[in-house]
């Protein structure tokens, strides 16, 4: 299965791009320092400058390297995605397989707390936390996971229950096995491409959730990211600085996105015998 899974990616047209796209991101952002011309936060003197040879992508109203700030953003969108995605996937795993293993009021309970959060509108509360608590990153993950692990707490539990019918299953709860062995031995193993593709969709939803709040100004002022760049270049529209500042990090999360969702494709596909059967 997991080699099935591996192939499905790498021979996939859409995966290869994904991939591609993926690694362009995650190299900036590795290689930031060296990338950057200037200190993100450092003013140069040059207020709106046109791009050039020391800028490449021209500098904003208080004089800083859009080019720098763009490499840097990534560092931000990226660790605010992934962090989000692991989080949010350790919360959906553990709430959604022991629902499904140890069933009666604990099942009942998580279902109960997946159906309410389903229905709570995620940007009302956060806005109303971020009014209290200063957005940084680590408590935007939080946010933005615990908005993101429902969904994926019900697949995980549907698969449980059918994992629960395996004879393997059924002999290690036979020898008393404990939850935490048959979670850790029977369940996980076969989740794990389910996982994955779980994974790729939060650290979708979350660029895209942290640019929009970046974009509404819901962020740590010390922060550079994407959506804040957006935000800060859009009061600037009239004039042509937009073109070197808006579009650059509007493009990034276009392409970081559509790399996620290149990368789910294939690993959906894999997953669905039905999407399998159109494939052949």
């Not at 989080?87 to 109960?112: C, E, F, K, P, W």
């Not at 109303?128 to 946010?143: D, E, H, K, Q, R």
């Not at 100004?217 to 937009?242: C, R």
Request: charged share 10%; net charge neutral; hydrophobic share 50%.
């Amino acid at each position: 299965m997991h080699i099935q899974y591996h192939n499905e990616l790498v021979q996939s047209q859409w995966g290869r791009i994904g991939l591609l796209l993926l690694a362009t991101v995650l190299t900036a952002a590795f290689l930031a320092p060296a990338l950057a011309n200037y200190d993100p936060s450092s003013y140069t003197g040059d207020i709106f400058h046109r791009p050039c040879a020391n800028y490449w992508l021209g500098t904003n109203e208080v004089g800083q390297d859009i080019w720098s700030q763009l490499i840097y953003g990534a560092r931000t969108s990226l660790a605010i995605a992934f962090g989000t995605a692991l989080l949010a996937v350790i919360t959906s795993l553990l709430s959604g397989a022991l629902a499904a293993i140890l069933g009666g009021l604990y099942d009942r309970t998580i279902m109960r707390i997946v159906d309410i959060c389903l229905v709570i509108p995620p940007v009302i509360v956060i806005l109303l936390f971020a009014a209290y608590l200063s957005p940084g990153i680590t408590i935007l993950i939080v946010l933005l996971a615990a908005f993101l692990w429902p969904e994926g707490a019900r697949i995980i539990r549907t698969q449980t229950f059918a994992l629960k019918t395996k004879a393997s299953y059924a002999a290690a709860t036979t020898f008393g096995a404990t939850e935490t062995y048959l979670l850790r031995k029977h369940i996980l193993p076969d989740l794990s491409p389910t996982l994955s593709t779980l994974f790729i969709q939060y650290a979708r939803r979350a660029i895209f959730m942290e640019a929009g709040l970046s974009f509404l100004g819901i962020s740590d002022p010390t922060l550079i990211s994407w959506g804040k760049m957006i935000h800060q270049a859009l009061a600037f529209t009239y004039m042509d600085v937009w073109q070197w500042w808006l579009l650059p990090p509007g493009l990034a999360v276009s392409l970081t996105i559509a790399g996620l969702a290149f990368i789910g494709l294939p690993l959906e596909t894999s997953l669905d015998p039905r999407l399998r059967q159109e494939k052949r």
